[in-house]
């Protein structure tokens, strides 16, 4: 079941007319929504290197410091929502680990911390801020008008 934070990122995918080449597996894609004034919404997707798992997304806002790209924050998913890492200026987040010889370990508190930012805080801005609308943008044909 996917959580309303990667319900609403794939909200705006699919309004930048993106979905089927998200949804595919193989390439790696990426969307980058322009907003001003707010900063950026990148947004990747490729296949997981794990066995059972469709595809990892990560979902970032970068600021430039001193000439390197900072996320804040950055959050990695798979496709249902679950979450694997977060990474913000306040620090580093992981949440999922991957043993080659047996199954994952999860930290349950982390989990709800990083799930209740993404569904409570982060989702929500992201819709008042209109990225859904801004990412429409993309999905229209541009149209040259010649005088």
Do not use: C
């Not at 979905?19 to 790696?28: C, E, L, N, T």
């Not at 794990?50 to 410091?65: L, T």
């Not at 994952?104 to 508190?109: D, H, I, N, V």
């Amino acid at each position: 079941m996917k959580t309303r934070f990667a319900n609403l990122i794939f909200e705006i995918v699919a309004a930048a007319g993106q979905h089927d080449r998200f949804a595919q597996r193989g390439p790696h894609v990426s969307l980058r929504i322009e907003n001003p004034p707010y900063l950026p919404l990148n947004i990747e997707a490729w296949d997981s290197p794990i066995a059972g798992e469709n595809r990892r997304i990560s979902v970032a806002h970068y600021f430039e410091q001193e000439g390197d790209l900072v996320p804040d924050p950055e959050v990695e998913i798979r496709d249902d929502g679950w979450p694997i890492e977060l990474s913000q200026v306040a620090g580093y987040t992981q949440v999922t680990v991957y043993r080659e010889d047996g199954p994952m370990l999860f930290a349950p508190q982390s989990k709800r911390e990083v799930m209740h930012f993404l569904n409570e805080t982060w989702a929500p801005n992201l819709r008042a801020q209109r990225f859904i609308e801004a990412a429409q943008k993309l999905a229209r044909p541009v149209v040259e008008v010649t005088p």
